[in-house]
């Protein structure tokens, strides 16, 4: 079964300064953080507050995922941070 993402949750974790967000291979739970900057990258006009950077990772949402499946298919992890230059 490929990584698939049918929780459409996702949170900004302020500490990190990444959106959080989930994506799942059968039964296993796979965490993916997308770093403020990649968000910057994928929609210049965000706002830089975190109704910004959620707003972002929404309108990017299908890039983003997309994206979590080939870094995914490289490694296999409990946990991905997708940066910039990933896109």
Same mark, same amino acid.
């Given at each position: 079964?490929?990584? $698939? +993402?049918? $929780?459409? /949750?996702? /949170?900004? #974790?302020?500490? &990190? $300064?990444?959106?959080?967000?989930?994506?799942?291979? /059968? %039964?296993? *739970?796979?965490?993916?953080?997308?770093?403020?900057? %990649?968000?910057?990258?994928?929609?210049?006009?965000?706002? $830089?507050?975190? @109704?910004?950077?959620? *707003?972002? +990772?929404?309108? !990017? &949402? #299908?890039?983003?995922?997309?994206? !979590?499946?080939?870094?995914? /298919? &490289? %490694?296999?992890?409990? @946990?991905?941070?997708? @940066?910039? !230059?990933?896109?």
């Amino acid at each position: 079964m490929p990584l $698939n +993402f049918p $929780n459409g /949750s996702r /949170s900004y #974790d302020e500490r &990190r $300064n990444v959106i959080r967000f989930w994506g799942y291979d /059968s %039964a296993l *739970e796979i965490s993916f953080f997308v770093e403020v900057g %990649a968000l910057f990258k994928l929609c210049p006009q965000t706002k $830089n507050v975190e @109704a910004g950077y959620l *707003e972002a +990772f929404d309108t !990017a &949402r #299908d890039r983003i995922h997309e994206t !979590a499946r080939k870094v995914y /298919s &490289r %490694a296999r992890k409990d @946990a991905y941070i997708l @940066a910039a !230059a990933d896109f």
